[in-house]
Structure formats: structure tokens, C-alpha cells
């Protein structure tokens, strides 16, 4: 018999459980004790066997009970928010969380009565949260306006999966521009519509979407700040030359970031430097823009390379964000790459109306710009290749100068 024959027998004899079943079963925490359990379920000599004794753990089962019963309730309770307030949701959540944690023996060590408790319960216990029980609560934070603990969740990457569009498309229209900024730092999975409807709004902020980016504002300071101290304490005794041209270099990349844009273009530094975006995915969405929401993107990268102009040394400081600096804002600074990709998608997908339209001055303005960096690129270039060969013909002089040493 062949091996395929022998896996279609094993195969076929296996009860298979209807798809609905599949779902009580959600997560298995701990999936070591079950593999140690299987054991085959003959002595047959064939090299393809049926297994026994799988079963889910006592504790696995509990908490997976745990979640649907919470999940069950608070998608009734939802159906009626009338009667179902945040107080009460959020003693539900806790309460569920703080059971969880008796499950495993997991010990909290802050008090119930401590500021953001919930928030703390979801950084420690969140990650066992079930598929059932995170679109509940997703919900249940937007529907209640629970800002702190969705934040956590989507800081944490606890946010399912299958609602992210959903998400992003609630907090618009909420017009929560903090916790928009948050989606695009840290949910990998935004689709293509989603970052097009990010990209508009903050190409248009809504003036009821200021209130919320007030934190935002009050971050980007917060680091600047920091870069200029991280660069004055380099100038200390003790530091290295290395450790203080780092840290000027990053306060220049911070000042550059941060001096002269708006708090939305602040925003849209991180929906640039997002991994989320590449060349498909950037000309999808400018190809959606409206006039006014293509005159702010050019202004936009005209601040950009008028920067780059200005201040040639900028360079991207990846390591910035990494002890002892800690300048987080670094990873979410568009490069001078990524600036001159953007206005050349822009260029592509918008050349005839750009043309026509007399009111885009701002190209026109950007002309001597663009040609100005472009010529001190080549030299640059021709500077690079001459140093590279001229390093290399001295190391060939090196190696002959060896090589008559030893004749």
C-alpha cells in the first residue's frame, strides 16, 4: 500500500467534527501536555497511525468557558445600551480578567482602586483574551466610548483581526484622530481602503478631530524636548565622539520633523513612515484624493524637501528610538526616499489635472527645489565614486608594497 493510500485510510476514518464545534475551542494556551498524551491507536506496523487521548487541559477548558459565557453576556447586554453603561462594562471586564488570572495563578499585583486598573489588566492578562471575547469588547469600548481601554488593546495588538476596517472606520467617525494615529503604528493588517480613508482625513482634519490630537501635539513636543537634552549631555566629559554625533544627528531629524508642521502633518509622519505603505498600496490611495486633499499633500512633501534643503545633514536615526536616547518619534520620520517616491506617485497618478490647474503654484515653487537637491546628488555621487576608487587603488598599492616587501 502507498503512503498516500495509507494517509487517505487514516484519514478517512477520523470523525470530523462539524464547523460549528471548531468554535468552542477557540485558543489552546498550553498545548504541551496534550502532545504528550497522544499515543497510537494500534500496534499496526504501518508508518501512518491514528492517535488517541487528545484532550484539552482542565485549565484550558475553563477559561475557554470563561470567555464564551463573558462573550454571551456582553453581546446581549450590547443590544440594549440603553441600560448597559461603561460602569458596568467595565466592572464585567475587570471581573472577567481578574478570573482569568485566578485561573492560571497569575498574581495582580495592583490595586483595584489604582488609576487605569482596566488598562493594567489588559497589558498583563490580555494577550489570553479568546477570538470570541475580543470583538465584544472592541465593541463594547467604541459603542461606550471607552477610549483608554481600546488604546491599550490596539497599543497591545489585541485588537481582532477581522474588525480592524470596521475599527478604523468608527474612530473616523468619532473623530478619535489620537487613537487613528495609534491604528497605524501598531495594526500591521490596515487594508488599502482603510489607509485611504486614514490618508484623507488627515489630509482634511475635521475641526471636532483637534480636540483628540492635542496629545498628539503635546508627544512630539515632549520628544523634541528630550532631543535637545540627550544632545546637550552629549557634549559632557566622558562622552565618546561617536555617541555625540548620534545623538546631534537625531536631535537634527527630531527638529526637522517636528519645526513648522501642523499637528495632522505630524500625523501623517507616521502614515508615511508606516511599513503598511509601498508604491501600490500610496498610489491606490492618492489616486482617491480631491483637489483640496491633493494641494495639502503637495504643501506637505514641499515642506519636506525644503527641509532637506535646508538641512543636508539629515540622515534617518533607526537606533534613535533604543536606550540611551529612547527618542521614539525617530521610527516614524519619512525619509528623503520616501518623500521623492510620494510626490512622484503623486506625479503619476495626477499629472494632467496638476497641469491644468493653475491653482497647484506650489509644483511650480518646488521646481527649483527638486533641481537643487538633484544637482547635489550628483556631486555627491561623483564624490562617492571617487572616494570608493580611490580607496580601492590604495589597497591594491598596499597589497603590491607587501608583496616586493617579501620578494
Known amino acids: 500500500m502507498s503512503l498516500l493510500e495509507l494517509i487517505t485510510k487514516a484519514s478517512s476514518s477520523i470523525q470530523t467534527l ?88 497569575v498574581s495582580i499585583s495592583f490595586d483595584r482602586t489604582e488609576k487605569g486598573y482596566p488598562c493594567k489588566l489588559v497589558d498583563l492578562l490580555g494577550i489570553l483574551m479568546s477570538g470570541d471575547v475580543k470583538p465584544c469588547i472592541q465593541e463594547a469600548c467604541v459603542t461606550l466610548e471607552v477610549w483608554d481601554v481600546l488604546e491599550t488593546m490596539i497599543i497591545n495588538k489585541f485588537v481582532a483581526h477581522s474588525l480592524t476596517s470596521n475599527l478604523v472606520s468608527n474612530l473616523i467617525e468619532k473623530r478619535m484622530s489620537d ?25 482634511a482634519t475635521p475641526s471636532e478631530g483637534y480636540k483628540t490630537l492635542v496629545a498628539v501635539r503635546e508627544y512630539w513636543t515632549s520628544q523634541a524636548l528630550l532631543a535637545i537634552e540627550k544632545a546637550s549631555a552629549a557634549k559632557g566629559v566622558g562622552v565618546s565622539s561617536k555617541e555625540k554625533s548620534f545623538a546631534k544627528e537625531a536631535a537634527v531629524l527630531v527638529m526637522a520633523a517636528h519645526d513648522g508642521f501642523s499637528v495632522s502633518e505630524l500625523c501623517l509622519h507616521c502614515f508615511f513612515a508606516s511599513p503598511n505603505i509601498d508604491e501600490v498600496v500610496l498610489s491606490a490611495c492618492v489616486g482617491k484624493l480631491n483637489g483640496e486633499e491633493m494641494k495639502g499633500l503637495i504643501e506637505y512633501l514641499g515642506k519636506w524637501l525644503r527641509k532637506y534643503e535646508r538641512f543636508p545633514q539629515i540622515v534617518p536615526c533607526p537606533k534613535a528610538s533604543l536606550p540611551p536616547l529612547g527618542l521614539k518619534v525617530c521610527d516614524w520620520i519619512p525619509s528623503f526616499d520616501c518623500v521623492v517616491k510620494c510626490l512622484g506617485v503623486v506625479l503619476d497618478v495626477h499629472f494632467s489635472s496638476l497641469v491644468l490647474n493653475s491653482e497647484f503654484r506650489e509644483l511650480t515653487e518646488l521646481q527649483g527645489v527638486a533641481a537643487s537637491l538633484a544637482n547635489e546628488a550628483r556631486l555627491c555621487g561623483s564624490l562617492a565614486n571617487l572616494t570608493e576608487r580611490l580607496r580601492v587603488e590604495h589597497k591594491a598599492h598596499d597589497r603590491e608594497s607587501l608583496a616586493n616587501f617579501a620578494i
Request: contains cysteine; aromatic residues 10%.
Open 18 to 105: 462539524p464547523t460549528d464545534d471548531e468554535s468552542n475551542y477557540p485558543i489552546v494556551l498550553n498545548p504541551d501536555p496534550i502532545f504528550l498524551k497522544l499515543k497510537p491507536e494500534s500496534d499496526d506496523p504501518n508508518p501512518v497511525k491514528k492517535l488517541t487521548g487528545w484532550e484539552i487541559s482542565q485549565t484550558d477548558q475553563e477559561l475557554i468557558k470563561l470567555g464564551q459565557k463573558f462573550s454571551q453576556t456582553l453581546s446581549r447586554k450590547l443590544k440594549n445600551v440603553k441600560t448597559f453603561g461603561k460602569v458596568e462594562f467595565l466592572q464585567m471586564f475587570t471581573a472577567y480578567l481578574e478570573n482569568v488570572g485566578i485561573k492560571i495563578g
Open 179 to 203: 487613537l487613528i494615529v495609534l491604528c497605524v503604528k501598531h495594526l500591521p493588517d490596515l487594508q488599502t481602503y482603510d489607509l485611504m480613508c486614514v490618508l484623507k482625513y488627515f489630509l
